[in-house]
C-alpha cells in the first residue's frame, strides 16, 4: 500500500503516495506525557485513563488487561507509540462504555419510556406497489424493535385475514405467517415486550378468528390485562418475553380504501429527499409539513373506544392497549382519565399542528398515556420525518418506516443504541415531572444552555479497505470531510462541517467543534463523512448517531455504518468528546 496508481488517458497514469495510518500530533504528544524512554507501562496507562479518558474508577488491573489484549510479545512490558496509538484505535475503545447492557431503570410504566416503533412493518419497499412479507418483521425484530404494526384486511374470499397496505397495489401476506414470524424473532435482539398495533378493517366475525389466531399463536406469552382498561401501564421490565396487543377501533367495512392515491404525490416528497444518502431532516421551522391534506392512502385512525356490538367479544379481550381519539376536538384528544390510560395516535402533520398550540398540554397527556406518531401519507418512498418532533413532546412510539433509509432513520437508529440496544429508552425527567406551580416542559421555550459538547475530529481510515479503489473518484484518491453536529431540540440543532483532505485515503482533519446545548438530554450526535466532488454531487463516506447522554468522555474510535444502517468492517474515525 505504498503507491496507487489510476488511468487519466490510454497513455498516461496518475500516481500517489499512500501514507500509513499515523498518530496525529495530539495523540504524540499524549504519549510522550504518559510514558518514559519510549514506553507506556500499566501505571502511565492507568493515570491516563483517569486523566485523558476520564475513566475515574480505571485501576492498574484495568490497565494491564487492555494491554494484555492490545500489545504483541515484543512490547509486554508495555505501550510503544505504535501499540497505544492502535489501542486508542480498535475496537476496545468505543464512544459507548463496551460492557453497557441495560441500566436504565426498566421498573416504571410503558409510558416512561421512548419505544423503538415500526410503520407497515411488513412492507419490503414502497408504499404503493411493492411486496407484503414477513422478512421485515423478522429484520425489524432483530434490529432490536419492539413495535410492529400489521395492516389486516379480508383476504379475497373473505373468509381469512391478510395483511396488506389498504387502497394501493401492495402484494399481501398471511396474517397467521406474520404472526408465527413474530413469536419466533420476538426476543432475539431484546427480552423486553414486543407491541403489536393492529389497524383493523375486519368484519366481527374474521376479529374472532384473528383473536382465536393470536391466542393459540402466542398462548401464554400473551399479555391480557384482568380489566378491561388499564388504570396504569405495567413496566417494561414486569412484561419481558411478553407480547402485547394494541390496536383502534375498527371502521365501516372496508370504509373509503377503495380510493388511489393522487399521481403527483411521489413526486412532493421526492423534493426533499433529493440527495443520494436521503435529504437533510427537516427543521422544525419549517411550514412546508404542517399541512392537513390528507391522502386517500393516509393511515386512518381512531374515531372511538372499542365498545359496541360492532366488535367481536373475544376479540376485545386480547386488546391490552386501548387506542382511541374520542369524538371532539384536539382538547378531548389529550384529556387525561386518572382512572384510564391509552393510547392516541397522530400523524406528523397532526403532531405538528397541535404542537403550536397544545405543547405542555401532550406533555403531560404522554406522561400517563401513550402517544404514537406516524408518517404522513405522502411519504410514498417510505421515507421518514424528524422524531424529534415527537420525542420532545414525549410520544413514545414515535413510527418509523424502517425500510426508509436516510438521515431520519440514522438519528431513531442512534436514539436506541442506548440502554443496552434492549428497544425501550427512558424519557428525560424534564418530560417526566413539572415545576413547583404545576407547570411541565415546555417545548417550544427558550431554555438556557445546560452543557458545551466539545467535539475534536482527528483522523479516518478504512476506506481504502471497505470501497473500490475508484469508488468515489476513477482518477485519484478522495477527499474526504466530516459533517459534525446535533440532533436535538431546535434551539440545538446544528451541522458543521471540517475541511476537505485532498488526494487521501487516510484524512486527518484536527478539527474541534463546541456545541452549547439547552436540552443535552434529548441530543443526539450526527457524525457523517462524504466525498467532496467538484462536478457531482458528494459520495457517501458513512454516518453514525450516538446518543450524548451516553457518550463516553476522552478520545475514542468511532465506527461508521453504511445507509442501511449496516456497520462497515473497517471505516472508523478517531475523536475526543468532552462535556464542560
Given at each position: 500500500?505504498s503507491?496507487?496508481?489510476?488511468?487519466?488517458?490510454?497513455?498516461?497514469?496518475?500516481?500517489f503516495?499512500?501514507?500509513?495510518?499515523?498518530?496525529?500530533?495530539?495523540?504524540?504528544?499524549?504519549?510522550e506525557?504518559?510514558?518514559?524512554?519510549?514506553?507506556m507501562?500499566?501505571d502511565?496507562?492507568?493515570?491516563?485513563?483517569?486523566?485523558?479518558?476520564?475513566q475515574?474508577?480505571?485501576?492498574?488491573?484495568?490497565?494491564?488487561?487492555?494491554?494484555?489484549?492490545?500489545?504483541?510479545?515484543?512490547?509486554?512490558?508495555?505501550?510503544?507509540?505504535?501499540?497505544?496509538?492502535?489501542?486508542?484505535?480498535?475496537?476496545?475503545?468505543?464512544?459507548?462504555?463496551?460492557?453497557?447492557?441495560?441500566?436504565?431503570?426498566?421498573?416504571?410504566?410503558?409510558?416512561?419510556?421512548?419505544i423503538?416503533?415500526?410503520h407497515?412493518?411488513?412492507?419490503t419497499?414502497?408504499?404503493?406497489?411493492?411486496?407484503?412479507?414477513?422478512?421485515?418483521?423478522?429484520?425489524?425484530?432483530?434490529?432490536?424493535?419492539?413495535?410492529i404494526?400489521l395492516?389486516?384486511?379480508?383476504?379475497?374470499n373473505?373468509?381469512?385475514?391478510?395483511?396488506?397496505?389498504?387502497?394501493?397495489?401492495?402484494?399481501?401476506?398471511?396474517?397467521?405467517?406474520?404472526?408465527?414470524?413474530?413469536?419466533?424473532?420476538?426476543?432475539?435482539?431484546?427480552?423486553?415486550?414486543?407491541?403489536?398495533?393492529?389497524?383493523?378493517?375486519?368484519?366481527?366475525?374474521?376479529?374472532?378468528?384473528?383473536?382465536?389466531?393470536?391466542?393459540?399463536?402466542?398462548?401464554?406469552?400473551?399479555f391480557?390485562?384482568?380489566?378491561?382498561?388499564?388504570?396504569?401501564?405495567?413496566?417494561?421490565?414486569?412484561?419481558?418475553?411478553?407480547?402485547?396487543?394494541?390496536?383502534?377501533?375498527?371502521?365501516?367495512?372496508?370504509?373509503?380504501?377503495?380510493?388511489?392515491?393522487?399521481?403527483?404525490?411521489?413526486?412532493?416528497?421526492?423534493?426533499?429527499s433529493?440527495?443520494?444518502?436521503?435529504?437533510?431532516?427537516?427543521?422544525?421551522?419549517?411550514?412546508?409539513?404542517a399541512?392537513?391534506?390528507?391522502?386517500?392512502?393516509?393511515d386512518?385512525?381512531?374515531?372511538?373506544?372499542?365498545?359496541?356490538?360492532?366488535?367481536?367479544?373475544?376479540?376485545?379481550s386480547?386488546?391490552?392497549?386501548?387506542?382511541g381519539?374520542?369524538?371532539?376536538?384536539l382538547?378531548?384528544?389529550?384529556?387525561?382519565?386518572?382512572?384510564?390510560v391509552?393510547?392516541?395516535?397522530?400523524?406528523?402533520?397532526?403532531?405538528?399542528?397541535?404542537?403550536?398550540?397544545?405543547?405542555?398540554?401532550?406533555?403531560?397527556?404522554?406522561?400517563?398515556?401513550?402517544?404514537?406518531?406516524?408518517?404522513?401519507?405522502?411519504?410514498?418512498d417510505?421515507?421518514?420525518?424528524?422524531?424529534?418532533?415527537?420525542?420532545?413532546?414525549?410520544?413514545?412510539?414515535?413510527?418509523?418506516?424502517?425500510?426508509?433509509?436516510?438521515?431520519?432513520?440514522?438519528?431513531?437508529?442512534?436514539?436506541f443504541?442506548?440502554n443496552?440496544?434492549?428497544?425501550?429508552v427512558?424519557?428525560?425527567?424534564?418530560?417526566?415531572g413539572?415545576?413547583?406551580?404545576?407547570?411541565?416542559?415546555?417545548?417550544?421555550?427558550?431554555?438556557?444552555?445546560?452543557m458545551?459538547?466539545?467535539?475534536?475530529?482527528?483522523?479516518?481510515?478504512?476506506?481504502?479497505?471497505?470501497?473500490?479503489?475508484?469508488?468515489?473518484?476513477?482518477?485519484?484518491?478522495?477527499?474526504?470531510?466530516?459533517?459534525?453536529?446535533i440532533?436535538?431540540?431546535?434551539?440545538?440543532?446544528?451541522?458543521?462541517?471540517t475541511k476537505?483532505?485532498?488526494?487521501n485515503?487516510?484524512?486527518?482533519?484536527?478539527?474541534?467543534?463546541e456545541?452549547p446545548?439547552?436540552?443535552?438530554?434529548?441530543?443526539?450526535?450526527?457524525?457523517?463523512?462524504?466525498?467532496?466532488?467538484?462536478?457531482?454531487?458528494?459520495?457517501?463516506?458513512?454516518?453514525?448517531?450516538?446518543?450524548?447522554?451516553?457518550?463516553?468522555?476522552?478520545?475514542?474510535?468511532?465506527?461508521l455504518?453504511?445507509?442501511?444502517?449496516?456497520?462497515?468492517?473497517?471505516v472508523?474515525?478517531?475523536?475526543?468528546?468532552?462535556?464542560?
Amino acid at each position: 500500500m505504498s503507491k496507487q496508481s489510476y488511468k487519466v488517458c490510454f497513455c498516461f497514469r496518475r500516481r500517489f503516495r499512500l501514507a500509513a495510518t499515523e498518530a496525529p500530533p495530539t495523540i504524540k504528544a499524549l504519549f510522550e506525557q504518559y510514558s518514559e524512554n519510549g514506553i507506556m507501562n500499566a501505571d502511565h496507562l492507568q493515570r491516563f485513563l483517569v486523566e485523558v479518558q476520564k475513566q475515574e474508577k480505571a485501576t492498574v488491573e484495568d490497565a494491564q488487561v487492555i494491554m494484555h489484549t492490545t500489545s504483541d510479545i515484543f512490547h509486554r512490558k508495555g505501550f510503544n507509540l505504535e501499540t497505544f496509538f492502535k489501542y486508542l484505535f480498535g475496537d476496545s475503545n468505543p464512544a459507548f462504555d463496551p460492557q453497557s447492557t441495560v441500566h436504565q431503570d426498566m421498573n416504571a410504566p410503558l409510558s416512561h419510556y421512548y419505544i423503538f416503533t415500526g410503520h407497515n412493518s411488513y412492507l419490503t419497499g414502497n408504499q404503493l406497489n411493492s411486496d407484503c412479507s414477513d422478512v421485515p418483521i423478522i429484520k425489524a425484530l432483530e434490529k432490536g424493535v419492539r413495535v410492529i404494526e400489521l395492516d389486516i384486511w379480508p383476504n379475497s374470499n373473505k373468509d381469512d385475514v391478510d395483511v396488506l397496505h389498504g387502497g394501493t397495489l401492495t402484494a399481501p401476506v398471511a396474517l397467521s405467517k406474520c404472526l408465527r414470524s413474530i413469536k419466533n424473532h420476538a426476543f432475539t435482539a431484546s427480552e423486553y415486550p414486543v407491541v403489536i398495533t393492529l389497524e383493523d378493517h375486519l368484519t366481527p366475525d374474521l376479529q374472532a378468528k384473528v383473536a382465536k389466531m393470536v391466542t393459540e399463536t402466542f398462548g401464554e406469552i400473551l399479555f391480557t390485562p384482568k380489566t378491561e382498561s388499564l388504570a396504569e401501564f405495567p413496566s417494561p421490565e414486569s412484561l419481558k418475553r411478553r407480547v402485547i396487543i394494541s390496536t383502534k377501533p375498527p371502521k365501516e367495512y372496508l370504509k373509503a380504501k377503495e380510493a388511489k392515491p393522487s399521481g403527483n404525490s411521489s413526486q412532493k416528497e421526492k423534493d426533499s429527499s433529493v440527495e443520494a444518502w436521503g435529504g437533510e431532516i427537516p427543521s422544525f421551522k419549517s411550514g412546508s409539513t404542517a399541512e392537513f391534506k390528507e391522502d386517500a392512502y393516509e393511515d386512518d385512525d381512531e374515531e372511538e373506544d372499542l365498545q359496541g356490538d360492532n366488535c367481536a367479544p373475544e376479540y376485545r379481550s386480547i386488546i391490552a392497549i386501548h387506542a382511541g381519539k374520542g369524538k371532539g376536538g384536539l382538547d378531548d384528544w389529550l384529556k387525561v382519565d386518572p382512572d384510564k390510560v391509552r393510547r392516541l395516535s397522530l400523524s406528523e402533520q397532526e403532531l405538528e399542528k397541535a404542537a403550536k398550540t397544545h405543547g405542555p398540554q401532550i406533555v403531560r397527556f404522554t406522561q400517563r398515556n401513550v402517544l404514537r406518531v406516524y408518517p404522513k401519507g405522502i411519504r410514498v418512498d417510505s421515507s421518514n420525518y424528524n422524531p424529534l418532533i415527537g420525542w420532545m413532546h414525549g410520544a413514545q412510539m414515535v413510527a418509523f418506516n424502517m425500510q426508509g433509509y436516510g438521515r431520519s432513520l440514522w438519528v431513531m437508529q442512534g436514539m436506541f443504541r442506548a440502554n443496552g440496544g434492549c428497544g425501550y429508552v427512558k424519557k428525560p425527567d424534564i418530560l417526566m415531572g413539572c415545576d413547583p406551580h404545576g407547570n411541565v416542559f415546555d417545548p417550544r421555550a427558550t431554555l438556557p444552555v445546560k452543557m458545551t459538547l466539545k467535539v475534536t475530529v482527528y483522523m479516518g481510515e478504512g476506506w481504502y479497505y471497505d470501497f473500490s479503489h475508484t469508488h468515489f473518484d476513477a482518477y485519484s484518491p478522495p477527499d474526504f470531510y466530516t459533517r459534525v453536529g446535533i440532533a436535538g431540540v431546535p434551539a440545538d440543532a446544528i451541522m458543521k462541517r471540517t475541511k476537505a483532505i485532498e488526494d487521501n485515503w487516510i484524512p486527518s482533519w484536527n478539527e474541534e467543534f463546541e456545541f452549547p446545548l439547552t436540552v443535552p438530554e434529548l441530543a443526539i450526535l450526527r457524525i457523517e463523512v462524504h466525498e467532496y466532488d467538484m462536478s457531482e454531487k458528494d459520495d457517501f463516506g458513512g454516518q453514525t448517531c450516538l446518543p450524548i447522554s451516553e457518550l463516553r468522555k476522552g478520545i475514542r474510535a468511532v465506527p461508521l455504518y453504511s445507509q442501511k444502517g449496516e456497520k462497515y468492517k473497517s471505516v472508523k474515525l478517531l475523536m475526543h468528546f468532552d462535556m464542560v
